[in-house]
């Protein structure tokens, strides 16, 4: 086995001494888990004969951090880790298998491996919504299917009949690509998504205001929910259809790939965080702005609205918010740690914790079969390891 990490240092956050680990530790140990039973969809589904033009907001308890014991005593106790920060390059190490990535770890820490009934135990309450580009939907394509299946999405994909959830090119077309991914669900998900067919070179390409691909999936206990909205960066659009939440108004959705109408709402990031995400009482919310340009580009004042609204969006359920840094990717064009350096400075201002995914995905760059399928995605297994990761940030204590 081949282990393969980044050579250079960069920077991690987190206590500086024995004391403030052991204060902590203490800490995190009186914290207790909360059982929310039913979903906000639930809610939502069964008002569609109302005109509330928002999910319904039944009473709930606040929500408390939820311990790493998962009622599993026999299981050692994890070494609490900063998973929240931004990572140094040279504590990044990825294992090979076949040539290609096998199994992320972080030196020092305890990356603890969920299994699916811990993964289901640990989410339970839990209303988690993404908003980003492509590289964040393969992220909740993996997570959903794991949570549905009990299983991960075949590591590198290509296999007969079974269409990869996190490559679209391994689908017939685009809107094959949603409409099938969605039926994996079982009829869990509601996909507010259509793509125009264009041929590149020949047609004219569509609009990003005329591309839908927000998704809304409740687990088979209806404990948890995971959402994505789709968004591609600014000066674009949230934006989606009546029928899907929080928007119900009473009226049916559309199918899959079928939502060929012009959007009924759009909004720029930060009011999309504070009208519609919040709806939706996340208990947590995973944001990036993708492959489409630095998060520079905004400007400050833009970003102090959208740091801001970004925790207002958790705040009624003491939440929290966490920005995904841009993965790396091949070639001259691919993004640098400054690509989110405006983004990190103004959501740190605001507390947001940090998943590293560029530092995470750096080391892959080095190996000679890159894990990608493009210039700029994954194969399923990095999008794995990016979500074990999301666990271990949700359901582990905290430095």
Known sequence: MTVVMASSVGRRWGPGSAAAVAVAVAAATVLCAIAVLGSPFTCMLTARGTQQSVALRPARPPLQPQLAGLGNSSRPAALPCAFN???????????????????????????????????????????????GDSITRYQYLSLTYFLEKGKWPAPLGGVPGDPSVTNEHEWPSWN????????????RELCD??????????????????????????????????????????????????????????????????CTTPADWQFRLAPALRKVVGALQPTHVVLNSG??????????????????????SVSQ??????????????????????????????????????????????????????????AR???????????????????EPQL
């Not at 920060?85 to 820490?109: K, M, P, Y």
């Not at 492959?291 to 207002?312: T, V």
């Open 85 to 131: 920060t931004l990572l140094n390059n040279g504590d990044v190490q990825w294992s090979e298998r076949n040539g290609t990535a096998h199994r992320l770890s972080i030196r020092g820490c305890k990356l603890h491996r969920y299994t699916h009934e811990q993964a289901k135990q640990c989410l339970a309450g839990k209303r988690l919504v993404f908003v």
């Open 176 to 187: 094959d690509f949603l409409k099938g991914t969605s039926a994996l669900f079982g009829g």
């Open 193 to 258: 998504c259509y793509r125009a067919h264009y041929i590149l070179g020949v047609t004219p390409k569509p609009p990003e205001s005329e591309k839908f691909e927000n998704r809304f999936y409740t687990s088979k206990d209806g404990k948890t929910s995971v959402s994505h909205f789709t968004y591609t960066t600014e000066p674009q659009t949230v934006h989606g259809h009546a029928g899907f939440p929080p928007y119900i108004n009473g009226q049916k959705p559309c199918l899959p790939a079928n």
């Open 291 to 312: 492959l489409w340009g630095s998060s520079n580009a905004f400007g400050d004042d833009a970003w102090r609205a959208i740091a801001a609204a970004g925790l207002e």
């Open 317 to 374: 359920q003491q939440g929290r918010v966490i920005w995904r840094t841009t993965t790396a990717n091949r070639g001259p064009r691919g993004p640098t740690r400054d690509h989110d350096a405006s983004a990190l400075q103004f959501t740190a201002a605001e507390g947001w914790a940090v998943l590293d995914a560029y530092t995470i995905t750096r080391p892959l760059m080095q190996m000679q079969n890159q894990p990608l399928w493009d």
């Open 377 to 395: 995605h994954f194969q399923a297994v990095v999008y794995q390891e990016l979500n074990l990761y999301l666990l271990n940030m949700i359901c």
